[in-house]
């Protein structure tokens, strides 16, 4: 009697144990923000730019092989984002990478404010020789020539006045391009 219930209490603890593994297999890494975003209007072209955090929550270590994402500000897709890595994730621990696009400004409208930015993709990795990939879609609010929106409330007042500045300096300097554009146009047309 004593070795049946000893048998299936043993049983039950590799099915139990068994099951466990088979969940903890199921998580994948994941790309939990966006953060130190920036959009930056230039003469012919427009550059985005920021940092992927990607978490490995299983109990290995992870190989991050590729991420990949199409942007998007304010719904108009303005390119896309590949990187092939080799990068190293420890179990349980996040990384940061960057991530850079330049858009020819014919394929955006005037950026001025506060723009929304959506980055939507996959990122592809191994664990033990076994390939993985999730997909992503994160989306942040930005104000053109600065930080992002959540960036700027974790600094502190100060900051936060320098930011507006600047973001007040560059929208006068948009205006100004915009007047000597239709000033050019006049001068053009007669």
Known sequence: MKIKSFAIYGLLLVCFSLFGVACADNKKPTVNEMVNLTIKPKKNYTKTSGTFVIENPTEKEMQLLEIYADIFIDGKDIGSFLKKTDALINPQQKINIGFYNETN?????????????????????????????????????????AKALDDVLENSPQELKQLKKEQKKIEKQMKKNEKDKRKMQDQAES
């Open 105 to 145: 400004n014919a394929q955006i409208d005037e950026l001025s404010g506060t723009v929304n930015l959506k980055c939507k993709g996959y990122i592809k990795g191994k664990i033990n020789n076994e390939y993985i990939s999730n997909s992503f879609n994160i989306e942040k609010s930005v104000i053109v020539g």
